[in-house]
Nanobody, 124 residues
Framework: QVQLVESGGGLVQAGGSLRLSCAAS????????MGWFRQAPGKEREFVAS????????YYADSVKGRFTISRDNAKNTVYLQMNSLKPDDTAVYYC?????????????????WGQGTQVTVSS
């Protein structure tokens, strides 16, 4: 079993930056691909970014490419999402998620474990 706890959300003005963190429990973190998804009010949950267990392979949604960076520290059992040049359209609840295998993916139903989410609000 893996437990995920997100932090770092908040209110920021457009053009600003935030860094989300996700602390994972369990001994399998270093062999698990990790990801971030988000869900805006009235919209479906959507893929944001994912990273392989080694940290070498990353995927990004087109809407965040060049602005967001996913990274991980396996020694700290933590995955990060650095968000720069934030836009009001980035406003959503951001969820950390983990697979049970090392390979990164953009497919939501391949992720097994989910955090409770952290709110990110970008004002114009």
């Amino acid at each position: 079993q893996v437990q995920l706890v997100e932090s770092g959300g908040g209110l920021v003005q457009a053009g600003g930056s935030l860094r989300l963190s996700c602390a994972a429990s369990g001994r399998t973190f270093s062999s698990s691909a990790m990801g971030w998804f988000r869900q805006a009010p009235g919209k479906e949950r959507e893929f944001v970014a994912s990273v392989s267990a080694s940290g070498v392979i990353t995927y990004y949604a087109d809407s965040v490419k060049g602005r967001f960076t996913i990274s991980r520290d396996n020694a700290k059992n933590t995955v990060y999402l650095q968000m720069n040049s934030l836009k009001p359209d980035d406003t959503a609840v951001y969820y950390c998620t983990a697979r049970a295998v090392p390979a990164a993916t953009m497919t939501m139903n391949l992720f097994v474990y989910w955090g409770q989410g952290t709110q990110v609000t970008v004002s114009s």
